[in-house]
């Protein structure tokens, strides 16, 4: 399993939304097979190239979109394939500014696979599904790219932050 982490800001009445990050590697131990002499070695995953940042801008009362906000590659030559979730650190995004007791509730930032047609709520209780292949990756990796929504309340306008956090799992 490979698990990345990164920020994410809102900021409402000039909605901003920021993500950094980098690339994580995960490998399992070795595993006994079924005869004693012979041991299988697990296949590594990797996530790499998450996106460093993107922004949306916005006010209370809208619904913002952008296509392609993160794009990050798995690699694994793992025959069963792999699947990619994100889910949030929070139940909330919280604001930036001292004294400001608004909060968003994380539901209201919702996620896709680019392409696809449904967006899904984001949680802080379980991860979202955004990718599940059942082969393996391709030699240098699959090129993957997420959707973001996040529909704005009336809240005051600050900086609102939650923390995301990517894995990627060979099935």
């Known amino acids: 399993m490979a698990e990345k982490a990164f920020g994410v800001m809102l900021i409402a009445g000039g ?3 920021v993500v950094s990050g980098g690339a994580a590697t995960a490998e399992s131990a070795l595993a006994p097979r079924a005869t004693a002499s012979a041991v299988l070695r697990q296949q590594p995953i ?8 993107f922004s949306l801008a ?4 809208q ?10 590659r798995v690699r694994t030559p793992d025959r069963n ?4 979730s994100v889910r949030a650190e929070n139940p909330a995004m919280r604001p930036v500014r001292g004294g ?26 379980s991860a979202v599904t955004v990718h599940v292949q059942t082969t393996r990756s391709a030699p240098r990796g699959d090129d993957l790219s997420t959707d973001y929504r996040v ?4 809240v005051r306008s600050d900086s609102y932050r939650v923390i995301l956090t990517y894995t990627a799992t060979t099935r």
């Open 100 to 125: 400001n007791p608004d909060r968003i509730p994380v539901e209201r930032l919702a996620v896709r696979k680019t392409g696809t047609e449904t967006f899904q709520p984001l949680s802080s209780s």
């Open 63 to 72: 619904v913002v979109f952008r296509e392609g906000a993160v794009t990050l």
């Open 58 to 61: 916005g006010s209370p009362n």
């Open 46 to 53: 990797t996530m790499s190239g998450l996106t460093p940042g």
């Open 15 to 17: 909605l901003m939304l």
């Open 151 to 154: 529909s704005i309340p009336f």
């Open 81 to 84: 394939g792999y699947s990619v």
